[in-house]
């Protein structure tokens, strides 16, 4: 039986119907991955199958050769371009569809859906509202997180010159005069409505004042308990918007 085939067979188009090849192949999860074309955002799909129409229940495993930067569509056999979603049919975005993972796309007679659940990162406004319960957090926006601290440093001074011994997001400090310190951030506040929480390092007496702040400085004055201006260790802290 080897070489022998059906043919003439007609199309089926009902339960216990025998289907054609063509169909079989139109229904089909394609399990094996391959790679994509394509770029901006526009993948581009050889199944290697000759498609003649996309079907709903369609699936395709796809390596991709890039990372998408924003919504991005899908052409198999070049039936035309159809967008990509994820978890159901929300648009993907920026960074969903990283080159060389391996996904599996299904199509839903609209559009491809992403196979799984692609986590929703948290944006710069997510963070700043501080509102959402279900997106992910990543160590590049907590900053962004108005509980979050800003900026912080222990500073010291070694023969009259302020240093920080510990700190985050000081760029530099600015010696301005005895028990003056300018701090330079390394990412500027948003405006200079901040908060700034200042204690004594070592067991002296001692005021710390914030003298002005900016966007981009901070300027702290420390005292003795006279008071007069001394150069005296401290540790602070800042909280506000970035």
Not at 1 to 12: C, D, N, R, S, V
Not at 47 to 64: C, K, V
Request: charged share 10%; with cysteine.
């Amino acid at each position: 039986m080897g070489g022998f085939k059906l043919t003439g067979l007609g199309a089926g188009s009902a339960n216990g119907d025998s289907v054609r090849y063509e169909q079989w192949i139109a229904g089909r999860a394609i399990d094996t991955a391959i790679a994509t074309t394509g770029s901006s955002n526009a993948y581009v799909l050889a199944s290697g199958l000759s498609l003649s129409a996309y079907a709903t229940g369609q699936a395709f495993l796809i390596i991709p050769n890039f990372t998408n930067s924003g919504a991005a569509t899908i052409n198999v056999d070049t039936l035309g371009a159809k967008a990509i979603t994820k978890n159901g049919t929300t648009a993907i975005v920026a960074g969903d569809i990283v080159s060389g993972q391996i996904y599996r796309l299904a199509y839903d007679g609209t559009q491809f859906q992403i196979v799984g659940k692609i986590d929703e990162i948290a944006t710069q406004a997510q963070m700043e509202a501080a509102s959402s319960t279900a997106a992910i957090v990543t160590p590049g926006r907590v900053n962004y997180h108005p509980g979050v601290c800003k900026c912080w440093g222990m500073i010291t001074y070694n023969t009259g010159t302020p240093a920080a011994n510990a700190s985050h997001n000081i760029s530099s400090l600015t010696d301005t005069g005895t028990g003056l310190v300018t701090v330079n951030f390394t990412t500027a506040m948003s405006s200079a409505n901040y908060a700034v929480v200042m204690q004594k390092y070592v067991n002296w007496d001692y005021q710390g004042i914030v003298t002005t702040k900016s966007t981009g400085t901070l300027l702290l004055n420390v005292t003795n308990d006279t008071p007069t201006a001394t150069d005296l260790p401290f540790d602070f802290m800042v909280f506000g918007d970035q």
